[in-house]
């Protein structure tokens, strides 16, 4: 693990290296680069997956309290961050996060070469779902946050409908889980920058100015979507297809939405094949 100075502050991430081509994974709410681990098992040989761990609940290094956490902020700070490691033609992959979509509709894609959308927010699904209006009213009240994630140290709290079993068909790991909430549990300034996040969702007509914006992406584009998803309609993966230019689209069976948790070995092959079909577009 490595780390880079950005305007919020520090951001870690991880870097496999190598002369392959770019694949930069990003992160859902209160999750880390972990969520990757097996994706970036399957494809690390072949290129190189830089990971980082987003100001999204699960990172171990407070930003700067006046940092723009909102949804757009963090978009911006993908930007950013692809800025300050010189990543060129990136393959960029996003998964129950959605945010970085508004990097096309505002113009700050000129880093990426291809966009890989799976299973995430779209259209007006911010904050998406059961668990995410659940979290948003959590954070909406004072000492929300901290009473939220402190259940979740009860095991059996973690697959409720409105906590983490929408998200995975399977359970993640528990001890994965630990260390996904542990910045929430021990630190007031990762809350902090959490509930900053959580309440900086914009308009709903910004959010399908967004999604419109994808029709202007004129590089390749895979969705991934999966079938069985509760808290992303299957719907919107479809609809997103539909706008990219260059969109196809593959639908994953036996998956909610953390696609690289219940299926990846389908995932990474999706990703591995379309990289391939569209090596030097």
Partial sequence: MTDVLLSAGVVEYED???D??????LHGVAMNGSLWRHV????RDDFRCVVPTLPLGAHRRPMRPDADLTVPGVARLVAEFLDALDLTDVTLVMN???????LVADGRDQRIGKLVITSCEAFDNFPPGLPGRNLYAAAKMPGGIELAFALLKLKPMRRLPM???????????????DGWFQPLWTSTEIRRDLRAYVLGVPPKDELLRWAEGLRAFDRPALVVW????????LDHGRRLAGLLPQGELVEIADSYTLIPEDQPQQLSA???AFLLKTAGA
């Fill in 16 to 18: 496999t290296g190598g």
């Fill in 20 to 25: 392959g081509p770019v694949v930069v994974l």
């Fill in 40 to 43: 970036v098992g399957e494809l």
């Fill in 96 to 102: 129950d996060w959605g945010g970085a979509q508004a």
């Fill in 163 to 177: 906590t983490w079993g929408w998200m995975s068909k399977r359970p993640v790991p528990n001890e994965v889980l």
């Fill in 226 to 233: 999966a079938t069985e998803d509760k808290v992303m309609p």
């Fill in 270 to 272: 999706a990703i591995r």
